[in-house]
Structure formats: C-alpha cells, structure tokens
C-alpha cells in the first residue's frame, strides 16, 4: 500500500485546513487509517484514526472537537479537516494504514506510512 499525504501548509492561528490521504491499493477498505504528526524536537503522536467503514472515529484529546477524520472508501481517500488551528498544531502530517483496530494509537502497529506534509501555524 503505497500512501500519499496533501494538503499542508501555513495558516494563521484560528484558521483551518484539510489534509487528504490518497491510498494505492484495491482493499482500501481493509484498512483501518491514522494520522500522526511529529512537531520539531518531538515524537512523533497520534491524531486520529477511522475504522475500515468509518463507524468508530478516536481522536487524541488535544484536537477533540477541532479536528474531523473522514473516509471515502470509493476514492481510497482518508482526509482530516483541521478548524480553530493553534501553533501547537505544527508539525508534520503522517497519514498511516493498519489491518486491525488493536492499538489504534500506537505507530509501531501501523504497516505502511505516506511521506509527511508540514502544517504550520503561525501566531
């Protein structure tokens, strides 16, 4: 499963993006999809992640209520729309896929990676 990550950028703090996630692969829905983000300096975190036909969504608590992870199963497409953007939001943007729900927020148990997109917010 080949991943590609768009949709990054600069933003001014309060403002919004929407990242996409564009899969290679005829069993798209096989997959349960993640986004991670790595801020300079830092580990790389969990964001969020969607379960094969969108029925469970789990979202880190620090983007709870901000951020919004969707799929389009058809378009093998996994985006994340990003509103009421903080600079801590900086980081880089990893969309990540995985066969099964266990550990849904641990990047070890992810299988394959897109390259990331930088999202900056400036203050």
């Known amino acids: 499963v080949q991943l590609q990550a768009f949709g990054g950028g600069l933003v001014q703090t309060g403002g919004s993006l929407r990242l996409s996630c564009a899969a290679s692969t005829r069993t798209f829905s096989s997959y349960v999809m993640g986004w991670f983000r790595q801020a300079p300096g830092k580990e790389r975190e969990f964001v969020a992640s969607?379960?094969?036909?969108?029925?469970?969504?789990y979202y880190t608590d620090s983007v709870k209520g901000r951020f919004t992870i969707s799929r389009d199963n058809a378009k093998n497409t996994v985006l994340l729309q990003m509103n009421s953007l903080k600079p801590e939001d900086t980081a880089v943007y990893y969309c990540?896929?995985?066969?099964?729900?266990?550990?849904?927020?641990?990047?070890?148990?992810?299988?394959?990676w897109g390259p990331g997109t930088q999202v900056t917010v400036s203050s």
């Open positions: 990540a896929a995985k066969d099964d729900l266990r550990d849904y927020d641990s990047e070890e148990r992810y299988d394959y």
């Open positions: 969607i379960t094969w036909r969108g029925r469970s969504i």
